[in-house]
């Protein structure tokens, strides 16, 4: 089975993406990405399948990712799970120099870095020390800004540490060759990049991917997890808050110095996207709304 590389969503104003899913579908592509992933399992049971490793999964599991190792979930009665509410994982994604290119350098790397390595096969972590990381990792998901990092370099730490870390693919597993598509949703993606600051249609999108807005629809959800709107919105956002944080411009300068075509609409994408009102999201980082 050939793994489909897939794009990641970021945003400038942080160094990795922390999610929680409520569905349980949302991981059950096999796909592989140049990020690492933690993903911590908290609600359903199933069977996941990295690399060459085939291995059930139950609540409390946490699963290390190295980059490109091919994996996903799939839930036990989807449908059911759906309904009652019974799947919740929340999900972690960063590459390896996202505090720096030389970091793992440090002696005081050591281990992590050795963690790392270890990851390029999957790690598997049960018991007290998964319970640990686990309630770390819901920490990460309220915080904000350099807390985060820490939070997270406390992770990396703490499985580091742990003796009881299973690897799941074989060692002589090798990932094999990834689909063409990778190319093209980063191509895609690229463009949107380059172009969010402008009024950007979907059709002038799906243009670059060379295929109709209704099938460049279904693909881009697909290859991201998001529609094509809610990703430019969370790009747009992103962008608005690396802005504001600069505090050169005044709110509804960056409101369409981000490619929004009102004032309203910004707004509540802002606060939707963050959880805080633009006035909110400044005061809480010591700034002064212009």
């Known amino acids: 089975m050939i793994a489909q590389r897939i794009m990641i969503p970021t945003m400038a104003s ?75 994982s929340t999900v972690l994604h960063f590459k390896q120099d996202f505090i720096g290119q030389t970091w793992l350098e440090l002696p005081e790397a050591k281990a992590v870095k050795a963690l790392f390595i270890k990851a390029n096969r999957g790690i598997l972590l049960r018991g007290d020390g998964a319970t640990m990381i686990s309630n770390t990792i819901e920490k990460i998901d309220q915080e904000e800004g350099f807390k985060r990092i820490v939070l ?4 990396l730490q703490a499985m580091a540490n742990g003796n009881k870390l299973k690897t799941l693919t074989s060692a002589g597993f090798r990932p094999i060759a ?11 993606y690229n463009y949107i990049l380059q172009n969010f600051r402008n009024a950007l249609s979907l059709d002038e999108v799906a243009s670059v991917a060379d295929l109709s807005a209704n099938s460049f629809c279904r693909y881009f959800k697909s290859a991201t997890g998001k529609t094509f709107g809610r990703f430019l919105q969370d790009v747009r956002i992103g962008y608005a808050c690396r802005l504001m944080l600069d505090n050169k411009l005044s709110v509804k300068q960056i409101c369409y110095s981000c490619g929004f075509k009102n004032y309203t609409s910004f707004h509540e994408a802002f606060k939707a996207n963050t959880g805080k009102t633009p006035k909110a999201y400044l005061a809480q980082h010591g700034e002064n709304l212009v």
């Not at 908290?42 to 490109?68: E, R």
């Not at 063409?180 to 895609?188: A, D, F, K, L, M």
Request: aromatic share 10%; proline share 4%; net charge negative.
């Open 14 to 88: 942080a160094s990795f993406t922390i999610r929680k899913d409520m569905k349980p579908n949302n991981h059950n592509k096999w796909h592989c990405h140049e990020e690492m992933e933690i993903i911590c399992i908290h609600k359903g049971t199933g069977m996941q399948y990295i690399g060459d490793s085939t291995t059930s999964f139950l609540p409390g599991d946490i699963v290390f990712i190295g980059p490109n190792l091919p994996h996903y979930w799939r839930y036990n009665h989807d449908d059911e799970m759906v309904s009652n509410g019974t799947a919740y």
């Open 152 to 155: 997270l370099l406390n992770c």
């Open 178 to 188: 990834i689909r063409i598509e990778g190319n093209r949703i980063n191509t895609v």
